[in-house]
């Protein structure tokens, strides 16, 4: 199994406070992104990174930014929480496409933070 | 937006039978497809990723792939209880880092 750790697993917090996950990986790869997974909509990408201090946005990023100081580690922070984001948080880890040291390009997860923002 | 779209399902099979899953996808450069499993309340897991046109088979799953049609399927032979979970499509955009999911197609394997 990949090396990827997240935490928290599970937090409840207040609308309107800030709020951080941290994603960590030991597996030394380029491509570290954050989804959000609800129900009806399937995983949906909110930002990645493609090195440190690499980032871009997904398909849902407002409301969160990212920070990626270390290869190994990926922070995704919700600047004031809304409960339009209560959700499980999931991060993922790539070593890139076919032929760059042998990786074929998949998405390895990490086990997910049930994130309820009240 | 692109967009890879699958049938919510559920899909209901009997035991031992073909279940057939099937997606399309909008970009039309995309080069790199993958199946995830996603039991309930864990995280996707890969199947199988298929890059060029044809089947591709790997034990009991066949994945299919159709760049003209803009289609991916993936087939699980003599299907078991075990299988029974949400199946995720998902698309390397062409050019891109991004990986976009379809919506998933659950499916239950009736024993």
């Known amino acids: 199994d990949a090396g990827i750790t997240q935490s928290p697993r599970h937090k409840v917090t207040e609308t309107g406070t800030p709020v951080t996950l941290r994603c960590h990986q030991t597996?030394?790869?380029?491509?570290m992104y954050w989804y959000r997974q609800d129900p009806g909509h399937g995983l949906r990408l909110i930002h990645y990174s493609y090195g440190v201090k690499d980032t871009d946005k997904g398909e849902v990023s407002d409301g969160y930014s990212v920070s990626r100081s270390k290869t190994e580690d990926f922070l995704l922070t919700l600047e004031s929480a809304t409960s339009s984001q209560t959700s499980v948080y999931f991060c993922?880890?790539?070593?890139?496409?076919?032929?760059?040291?042998?990786?074929?390009?998949?998405?390895?997860f990490g086990e997910g933070s049930r994130l309820t923002v009240l | 937006q692109k967009e890879v779209e699958q049938n919510s399902g559920p899909l209901s099979v009997p035991e031992g039978a073909i279940a057939s899953l099937n997606c399309t996808y909008s970009d039309r450069g995309s080069q790199s497809f993958f199946w995830y499993r996603q039991y309930s309340g864990k995280s996707p897991e890969l199947i199988m990723f298929?890059?060029?046109?044809g089947d591709k088979e790997d034990g009991r799953f066949t994945a299919q792939l159709n760049k003209a049609s803009q289609y991916v399927s993936l087939l699980i032979r003599d299907s078991q209880p075990s299988d029974s979970a949400t199946y995720l499509c998902?698309?390397?955009?062409?050019?891109?880092?991004?990986?976009?999911f379809g919506t998933g197609t659950r499916l239950k394997v009736l024993a």
């Open positions: 597996e030394n790869h380029r491509y």
């Open positions: 298929i890059y060029s046109n």
């Open positions: 993922a880890i790539s070593g890139g496409t076919t032929g760059r040291g042998g990786s074929t390009g998949e998405l390895f």
């Open positions: 998902a698309v390397n955009l062409a050019g891109t880092y991004k990986y976009i």
